[in-house]
């Protein structure tokens, strides 16, 4: 899956290049499950709306999404919610495109391929740090962003606690592996994002949802 910085990326198509603080925060919720400590596959699978092992498709997401959305009135609600789905979308996408084309170039390597996957999406972490307009502003967004609580996926609490976690990492220059991407370059990463965030805008935005950050 797909790491913050690509999340924040696709945020950024939508929103604006100033998304919200919401959306932004939004956006990585569904892995804030992680500060759970040792979670098993399964558990994870329940943020991200996997059946049976199975990804969802556009439509369960979408079904969702307009579930969510409509339980609370607030805008900045609306706008974490537009987050949270856009992120499980991102993911599927990432895992039928780059991530199955990685797998492919790496299917005689298995002692090796989540190795070489962190190292590379380590390496992309901050390469899109450097590289996408306004990254500082929306970090320090998200340094203050306010979570929510969606049962039975994730709480406020952990979302928050997730959102300190990523930031560290994310801030601390001795976390980049300097290495070469080899399998998600630059190039094809934005390229993913920008298509990633049309999709999305297809998706959603017909319902009558308000997409963007404010």
């Not at 604006?16 to 959306?23: A, F, I, T, V």
């Not at 969606?150 to 290495?179: A, C, G, H």
């Amino acid at each position: 899956m797909p790491w913050p910085m690509v999340h924040f990326g696709v945020a950024q198509k939508l929103g604006g290049p100033e998304p919200s603080s919401h959306l932004l925060i939004g956006s990585i919720a569904p892995d804030a499950i992680h500060v759970r400590g040792k979670i098993t596959r399964e558990q994870k699978g329940i943020t991200h709306l996997v059946r049976d092992g199975r990804l969802p498709d556009a439509n369960l997401i979408k079904e969702n999404y307009l579930h969510y959305l409509n339980l609370k009135p607030e805008k900045a609600w609306k706008e974490y919610i537009y987050g949270y789905f856009a992120h499980i979308y991102t993911d599927l996408r990432w895992v039928q495109t780059l991530y199955a084309d990685f797998k492919k170039e790496n299917i005689d390597d298995k002692d090796n391929i989540g190795y070489t996957y962190n190292q590379e999406v380590s390496q992309l972490e901050f390469e899109l740090k450097r590289s996408q307009h306004g990254t500082g502003s929306m970090l320090n967004k998200l340094k203050d962003s306010e979570g929510h609580a969606m049962p039975p996926f994730v709480e406020k609490s952990e979302v928050e606690q997730y959102r300190t976690i990523k930031l560290e990492w994310l801030l601390d220059e001795r976390n980049e592996p300097k290495i070469e991407l080899i399998y998600f370059t630059l190039d094809k990463v934005e390229m993913f994002i920008q298509d990633v965030a049309g999709e999305l805008a297809t998706l959603f935005i017909p319902s009558g949802i308000y997409p963007q950050g404010g």
